[in-house]
């Protein structure tokens, strides 16, 4: 604010410590701005930088003109004023018109040259003094900006309001649905003709039960559904019941996919919220209809119902004082998780990088630099020994260095995906470069770490920068026109509104983020998690993954607006047109081998999203399909019992399959997918190995700074 006064004259400003003293030998208008700062109301300090301009000009004045309030007529009603400014801001809403019309317009003269506007005569202007100075600001920026912050301030009173989902996108996504069905009549048709047939089947189903107790359901539960497995469920009436939720539950999925017309995107959201809709009114989620719940509520004696009730009003506690679930404190980071030994060896703003000490007396000369996602803390990877992928790698000879991200605050707004890249990909392998010189390095980037990594290794191609030895893709998406389900939440309407929450905070809180993945999957994570916890009274179970899933971290706002819009919406890096340093990049010219992973049961990144870096490059990939979910695929050590994985190896010279071809023809293995992975490095490695380098490098500037795993990890 104050460099935006500057730039407008005004240069005596009060002391950024706030005091309010004036200079007296200023004029009475310059005194003005120079007490602003002073009285300026907190939400306007934190408006961003991209609302400068004449959006920052009337919230100067409106300050300003309580400010003045408050010395003529006292710090109470120069109170009430700024407690008002918002709705002066809104009655600005309903004079636009006015105030474009005052506005002086550029006057075309003789010749093409733009001259001034025509001037009123002195005293013809009857508008209030507070218009006329409002006219000054438009005239100085052309109030583009202006209206622009506006549109910023409206969004983020909607969004917070609504907890950053979009009115407008459920809107749209339903009127186009509704006005195609209601133009369809052979669908219509389709419908009642098999609301008829549903009815028909359960009433004989209904008076074959009554007759008979073996008679077959007229309906089976999906394979993923096992809400209704238990023995209990098949007496009457509870029977009866979800026989009747299963068969509304396949019509309204009939209602809403396949009408003529409707775009994919809308049939996709009104699917899945009336999907969610429906499951909240499913016979499992009520006490009077859940027989397991009732039979518990007979074992404890009511008991159940009322550790159910404590456990809800731990829970409700825990959340709205932002505290980890309940058992979440047995697992303490750097004592019972994350504790493989390391060093911190360099630090900037936004990483530290962690070196962890090897275990091997000899390893192998090509360093390996793991790039986890943000959105996570890194330690995901370090769980507890018996499942940490970085001890495992350490114990195989390899020299491990990993990225632990800053949880960001509100303060780090601006910071942008290609900030990201270079103070984090980019620092970490010069640090790298200077601890292990001359050697090139295996790069592995996890999640939303795998894309940024994909991009930073398309920009050294560019550049001709050959230091990657190889890249390691786990559960990374490159080309973002089909992600799943996660697509719901992810359209133009829906990022505005995001953004509109975001620009309030500087960043998107992590209980939105954790919401969002827990609806994709909310029979699994919210309405089993309730009935076992709330209404039976069962204790939540606690382990070291669930600890770190509750260790949330944030999300700048400029990163992750440029995530979704550049990555999500526009596909630009799938593209070519993502530009980096001012040139367009292309996952098309990185030539370092590839080994990309995928999970089966991912509703973050799903195998097949995953998979279409076949279609991106043409070098040599290695794709492998392994058992589990975007975490526990991914943390799946040997010996882990059930677990599985396809392995497939496409050369260069290769023809691309499409995805269902290659899970017809990649090879079936048993166990974990880590041995595998770690042969494939080692065939990409120096044959021969090399004591293992120093912990730093002090003399270059890189001394010891903390023990693994470090200070930000630590950030809440």
């Keep these: 604010m104050r460099e935006v006064l500057r730039s407008r004259g005004f240069s005596k400003l009060p002391h950024p410590s706030g005091s309010s003293r004036v200079d007296p030998s200023a004029p009475e208008a310059e005194r003005g701005e120079q007490g602003l700062m002073c009285g300026l109301p907190a939400y306007i300090h934190g408006f961003p930088p991209s609302s400068e301009g004449a959006g920052r000009s009337i919230l100067t004045r409106l300050a300003y003109d309580a400010h003045r309030l408050r010395s003529r007529a006292g710090m109470l009603w120069g109170w009430i004023c700024e407690t008002v400014l918002s709705r002066r801001l809104s009655l600005f809403l309903s004079c636009t018109h006015t105030f474009a019309r005052s506005c002086p317009m550029k006057n075309t003269q003789a010749g093409g040259r733009a001259g001034p506007a025509p001037r009123r005569p002195q005293g013809a202007d009857s508008r209030p003094a507070a218009l006329n100075s409002l006219s000054t600001h438009l005239d100085e920026s052309g109030g583009f900006e202006l209206f622009r912050a506006i549109d910023r301030i409206a969004a983020s009173m909607a969004a917070n309001a609504t907890g950053g989902i979009s009115p407008t996108a459920i809107w749209l996504a339903y009127s186009d649905w509704l006005v195609h069905l209601y133009r369809s009549p052979g669908k219509q048709a389709e419908l009642g003709n098999k609301a ?138 750097g004592e019972d998780v994350a504790v493989t030994p390391g060093k911190v060896v360099y630090r900037n703003h936004l990483i530290e990088l962690i070196q962890y000490t090897p275990s091997t007396g000899s390893v192998y000369a090509e360093p390996l630099l793991i790039v986890p996602a943000w959105i996570m803390k890194f330690y995901i990877l370090d769980l507890s020994p018996e499942n940490s992928l970085i001890r495992y790698l350490v114990g195989k000879g390899f020299t491990v260095f990993c990225i632990s991200w800053r949880n960001v605050t509100a303060a780090d707004r601006n910071l942008g995906l290609d900030d990201y890249r270079r103070l984090g990909v980019m620092a970490a392998l010069g640090a790298i470069g200077l601890i292990v010189p001359k050697c090139k390095v295996h790069a592995v980037g996890y999640c939303l770490g795998g894309t940024l990594l994909s991009i930073a290794a398309a920009a050294m191609a560019h550049m001709e920068d050959k230091r990657l030895a190889s890249v390691t893709l786990l559960a990374a998406q490159t080309d973002f026109s089909e992600p799943g389900e996660l697509e719901l939440f992810i359209d133009h309407s829906q990022v505005e509104s995001l953004e509109g929450l975001m620009w309030q905070r500087g960043y998107l809180p992590a209980f939105h983020m954790a919401g969002a993945f827990q609806l994709l999957r909310s029979n699994d994570l919210i309405w089993s998690r309730m009935l076992r916890h709330y209404l039976m009274g069962e204790p939540p179970p606690m382990n070291a993954l669930i600890a770190w899933n509750a260790d949330a971290t944030r999300l700048p706002y400029r990163m992750h607006s440029e995530y979704l819009r550049s990555l999500f919406l526009n596909g630009d890096l799938a593209a070519g047109r993502y530009v980096v340093d001012e040139h367009p ?129 630590h950030q809440r």
């Design 196 to 333: 008829w047939k549903k009815l028909g089947r359960l009433a004989r189903y209904t008076i074959r039960r009554a007759l008979t107790e073996k008679t077959p359901n007229c309906i089976e539960p999906l394979s993923g559904d096992t809400r209704f497995r238990a023995e209990a469920w098949q007496e009457l009436p509870f029977v009866l019941w979800y026989q009747v939720f299963l068969l509304t539950q396949q019509w309204w999925h009939t209602a809403t996919h396949d009408v003529p017309g409707v775009s994919p995107h809308h049939e996709n959201v009104v699917s899945f919220s009336m999907r969610q809709v429906l499951d909240v009114f499913s016979p499992s989620n009520c006490i009077f209809t859940n027989p397991e719940v009732l039979d518990r509520a007979l074992q404890t004696g009511g008991r159940s119902f009322v550790e159910g009730f404590q456990r809800f009003i731990d829970d409700l506690s825990r959340n709205l004082n932002s505290e980890p679930p309940a058992g979440a404190e047995k697992f303490r980071v």
């Design 585 to 713: 990049v292309a996952i098309q010219n990185i030539r370092a081998p590839i080994f990309a992973l995928g999970t089966e049961r991912d509703h973050i990144a799903p195998w097949p999203s995953v998979y279409k870096i076949h279609y991106l490059n043409d070098t040599d990939i290695t794709f492998v399909l392994t058992s589990g979910g975007h975490n526990a695929g991914i943390v799946s050590e040997p010996g882990h019992p059930g677990r599985r994985y396809r392995f497939a190896h496409k050369k260069a010279e290769d023809p691309c399959l499409h995805a269902d071809r290659w899970l017809e023809r990649a090879e079936l293995r048993e166990g974990s997918w880590w041995p595998a992975w770690v042969e494939w490095l080692e065939a990409r490695s120096s044959p021969q190995r090399v004591p293992p380098p120093a912990m730093g490098a002090p003399a270059s500037g890189l001394p010891i700074l903390a023990d693994a795993p470090g200070t930000y990890v």
